[in-house]
């Protein structure tokens, strides 16, 4: 079956610091994965999806097969990064697509 | 710039009413989502449409229906409301995945909050 895990609820992390949020999958075929980020009183919207291999805002991800992970990086947190993260899969032929109950990122001053 | 249209940004309703929720996206997506968003579970799928009139059951089907008469508007229709669906319903809309890497982004509505008494 589908899933996402995202094992952390809550992260708070000094601004400055790395980020890392953690993002582990489960599906038997050839998945695609995204990062979609909620900023207090806005709409979800996409941050980053795997096969675009791009930074965004100063984050990335790399999908690990072998560890069915996609962990979100960012080497120097800030405080607009303050915001509810969402890992997400869908799949080749499968429009659905599934998300993780989120990790709540606050960067501390 | 995309639009994915929630009616109502906030509803009450009594335990028992039937609710409308009602979504309209103008990029002529053929894939149509409702989910749900609560604290600590993410966002649930409730249902899913992959063209006029067809649907699929989510993770959270029980106590919802929808409708798809239209490829622009996606329905969920709560029959009988009940105090646990309290919670914020959140519509998007996507254009298919056609092979592996060539990708798509799901585009959100805003969110309507709905509190059942």
């Known amino acids: 079956a589908q899933r996402v895990t995202q094992p952390e609820k809550l992260l708070s992390v000094f601004k400055g610091a790395p980020v890392e949020l953690k993002c582990n999958y489960s599906?038997?075929?050839?998945?695609?994965l995204f990062w979609y980020v909620q900023y207090s009183r806005q709409r979800l919207q996409l941050l980053l999806r795997?096969?675009s291999r791009e930074s965004i805002k100063g984050f990335t991800a790399d999908l690990n097969k072998g560890e069915t992970s996609f962990h979100l990086k960012k080497p120097f947190a800030q405080e607009e990064d303050s915001a509810m993260y969402y890992c997400a899969l869908s799949g080749v032929g499968d429009d659905k697509i599934i998300f993780g109950k989120g990790t709540r990122l606050h960067i501390l001053p | 710039d995309v639009k994915v249209t929630q009616s109502s940004r906030y509803l009450v309703k009594r335990t028992g009413e039937k609710v409308f929720l009602e979504c309209v996206q103008d990029m002529d997506h053929e894939n149509m989502f409702w989910y749900r968003q609560d604290p600590g579970l993410g966002l649930r799928l409730i249902y899913f449409s992959y063209d006029v009139k067809m649907k699929e059951k989510g993770d959270i089907p029980e106590g919802y229906s929808v409708s798809r008469e239209k490829k622009e508007r996606f329905s969920l229709i709560l029959e009988s409301a009940s105090t646990n669906q309290t919670s914020m319903y959140l519509c998007?809309?996507?254009?298919?995945?056609?092979?592996?890497?060539?990708?798509?982004?799901?585009?959100f509505g805003e969110g309507s909050w709905l509190t059942v008494v």
């Open positions: 998007a809309s996507t254009s298919p995945r056609t092979s592996a890497g060539s990708g798509n982004t799901i585009y």
């Open positions: 795997h096969i």
């Open positions: 599906y038997s075929g050839s998945p695609e």
